[in-house]
């Protein structure tokens, strides 16, 4: 069976908006169809055409919470195929990651790795073990204390999108940027 | 390799105690039959030795009839036995239904004329017998009808239950008479049993008899499972588990259940793989982005590191001498293969080809590396000799990786996916003629191939008077 943090980890993919992780409600995960144009909550990266991942109902979060930096920032950033270099087109989010880490302390967060499908179960993990670094380095960068960011890969494990597509594999090559604690 | 199925020099395997199945010699325990005699017809030299070229693969597969054990699940230990010996491309056993002989015991030869009549190169007859302290005594003859004379004879002593692993017992036998190579049947394979959707995937790690019977889930799925792989004591595995916030490495027995974290370590684990004596495991440690390959001792659990440049260094495999290591690294730019001494002295890249070489398996014989190999949009299973030459590709498919060695170095089992579909373990002979999926048809990643689950101490019909090499 499934555990709870578990369950919590993929309801917050799936719906890619949920309040806290932690409380999340069990409900049954609407997974991503690769259909174009449906994910409204979806932050419109790496582009249109890669959403299908239903959501919504749920405003913006309160100052400082988990929803805030979801909704209003973003925690996902995408990297190009067999690279780990953040790419120009992810500057903003990460900028906007740094803003909002420095504006809220206490917090600390977690950086995932994940890599897609096509590769081989170790090489993927350390793939995407330098996705994740790439990103800490990032907001180390721009400010953040290197003690409140800890780094995780997922390899090829955590797929976010469905199905054998560029589009699916382009959204699961990505590095997320998980709040562990300090949130409002 | 050529091989004279025929073997004019008697070949005596290891004398290795079995645990489980107490194996005794066949003039042991076969002797003082009433009717012993009858059983030893003069051989009648009639024919030449059949050749197999193993390396080439199977033309055409050796026609074997297997009949029905007499006894308690004698028909099902045939049964079971024929498919092992099927599976592996060798054998084509005979459909029983045209058999003109039956009732064959093991105290009478066959009627030679009977079978040859039926195309049977070999004829393969057992029998189940209590015996008084409850277990069985399973006792079997193989016989060239050609030549008229006994390839082997043998017999294990075991609990009614356990009649699954005589077959298999038997059939490693008859594949190591007919062969010259040993068997193996009588293994199990460790592997991640999926199920799920692909966003909600349940992992769960699970052991399955070789050929596919008596599953068993051995987690509970609220750890992601990766890469589990046997010692050479095949009560003793090693595997890896992600957690929503850790990545662990678990040394697990088999027979206790107990598990064992490997250790904390400054940085996350992954890829661990036993030394051949059992007294190390190699894995790699990410550090900052940076993953090199460690060794740790599993008596002082101290740590060696054996690699330190900047490139990605995962995917450790030892030589079965445990002199050396392969592994895989993106050093030069893409994903290589390389060898290095035990020591981490001497690291020099072995693979030739273009693409990326991952997932590296040094062979049980010593002679092959396995790898996954990725280009072109398709990923494959290919050996290579530890230099380097000689690499040639077995497999390749939309998606598969991970190839683990049979004990007997002569297949590789690995997990293949269909594009969009599920994951499913596959096996490959050295020839890649013999590919199928593997008994086990369920869903499932990363298998890995016990050793043999102990030594039969075969005398392989040497020493009866109607031995075809008497």
Redesign the interface.
């Known amino acids: 069976m499934m555990t709870a943090s578990r369950t919590a980890k993929v309801v917050l993919i799936g719906l890619s908006v949920v309040a806290m992780a932690a409380c999340a409600p069990r409900r049954p995960v609407e997974g991503a169809t690769g259909e174009t144009g449906t994910g409204t909550n979806v932050p419109a990266y790496p582009g249109p055409g890669t959403g299908g991942i239903e959501g919504g109902g749920i405003g913006a979060g309160a100052p400082g919470s988990q929803q805030d930096f979801v909704v209003n920032v973003g925690d996902r950033i995408y990297f190009d195929l067999d690279s780990y270099s953040v790419s120009p087109e992810a500057y903003p989010r990460l900028d906007a990651q740094a803003q909002w880490l420095q504006r809220y302390p206490q917090v600390t967060v977690r950086i995932e790795g994940n890599a897609d499908e096509r590769g081989t179960r170790e090489y993927n993990l350390a793939l995407g073990a330098r996705r994740a670094e790439s990103i800490r380095n990032y907001l180390i960068e721009r400010g953040v204390s290197a003690g409140r960011i800890d780094t995780i890969s997922f390899g090829k494990e955590r797929p976010i999108a469905q199905g054998a597509s560029e589009e699916a594999w382009a959204r699961n090559r990505n590095g997320h940027t998980a709040i562990v604690s300090g949130a409002n | 390799m050529r091989l004279n199925l025929f073997l004019s020099t008697v070949c005596v395997l290891g004398l290795a105690a079995t645990t489980l199945v107490q194996a005794q010699s066949a003039t042991q325990s076969l002797n003082g039959g009433p009717s012993q005699q009858q059983a030893r017809q003069q051989p009648a030299q009639n024919g030449g030795p059949i050749e197999v070229e193993i390396d080439q693969g199977v033309l055409r597969p050796f026609q074997i009839a297997v009949a029905p054990f007499s006894g308690q699940n004698g028909a099902s230990i045939a049964e079971v036995l024929s498919g092992d010996l099927r599976r592996s491309g060798f054998f084509e056993p005979i459909n029983p239904a045209s058999f003109i002989e039956t009732g064959l015991t093991l105290a009478n030869a066959p009627n030679f004329p009977q079978w040859t009549q039926i195309g049977a190169q070999a004829v393969l007859y057992g029998s189940v017998t209590p015996r008084p302290d409850g277990r069985n005594d399973v006792g079997f003859r193989l016989y060239d009808p050609y030549r008229q004379c006994q390839l082997v004879s043998y017999n294990f002593i075991a609990t009614p239950e356990q009649w699954r692993r005589i077959a298999h017992k038997i059939a490693d036998v008859v594949y190591q008479r007919m062969t010259g190579e040993s068997g193996f049947f009588d293994s199990r394979i460790i592997y991640v049993a999926e199920s799920g959707?692909?966003?909600?995937r349940?992992?769960r790690l699970a052991i399955v008899d070789q050929d596919g019977y008596n599953p068993v889930f051995l987690t509970?799925?609220?750890e992601?499972i990766?890469?589990p792989r046997f010692s050479s004591n095949p009560d003793e595995i090693v595997y890896m588990a992600?957690g929503?916030?850790?990545?662990r490495i678990y040394l697990y027995n088999l027979t206790t259940g107990r598990r064992e974290n490997l250790g904390e370590f400054d940085g996350?684990p992954?890829?661990p793989r036993y030394s051949p004596d059992g007294s190390k495991v190699a894995f790699?440690i990410?550090r900052?982005?940076n993953?090199d390959v460690y060794v740790m001792d599993l008596q002082t659990r101290r740590l060696s590191r054996l690699t330190s440049d900047p490139g990605?260094d995962?995917?450790p495999s030892f030589s079965p001498d445990g002199s050396r290591l392969v592994f895989?690294s993106d050093r030069s730019g893409t994903?290589r293969l390389y060898v290095m001494n035990a020591d981490g002295s001497g690291q020099r890249p072995i693979s030739r080809g273009g693409g990326?070489y991952?997932?590296p398996a040094w062979s049980p014989r010593g002679d092959l590396i396995a790898f996954?190999k990725?280009g072109g949009g398709q990923?494959g299973i290919g050996v290579m000799a530890p230099d380097g030459s000689g690499e040639r590709m077995l497999s390749r498919s939309?998606?598969e990786?991970?190839p683990s060695w049979a004990p007997n170095g002569r297949y590789l089992m690995f997990s293949r996916?269909t594009?969009?579909g599920d994951t499913n373990l596959w096996m490959v002979d050295l020839s890649g003629r013999v590919i199928a999926q593997s008994g086990y048809q369920g869903r499932g990643?990363?298998p890995a191939w016990s050793p043999l689950l102990d030594e039969t101490s075969a005398n392989l019909g040497a020493g009866d008077p109607d031995a075809c090499d008497a």
Do not use: K, M, V
């Not at chain 2, 959707?197 to 909600?200: G, V």
């Open positions: 959707t692909e966003l909600n349940l992992s509970d799925g609220s992601i990766l890469t992600l929503e916030d850790y990545s996350q992954l890829a790699s990410i900052g982005g993953t990605i995962t995917s895989n994903p990326s991952t997932a996954t990725s990923f939309y998606f990786e991970g996916q594009r969009g990643s990363d």
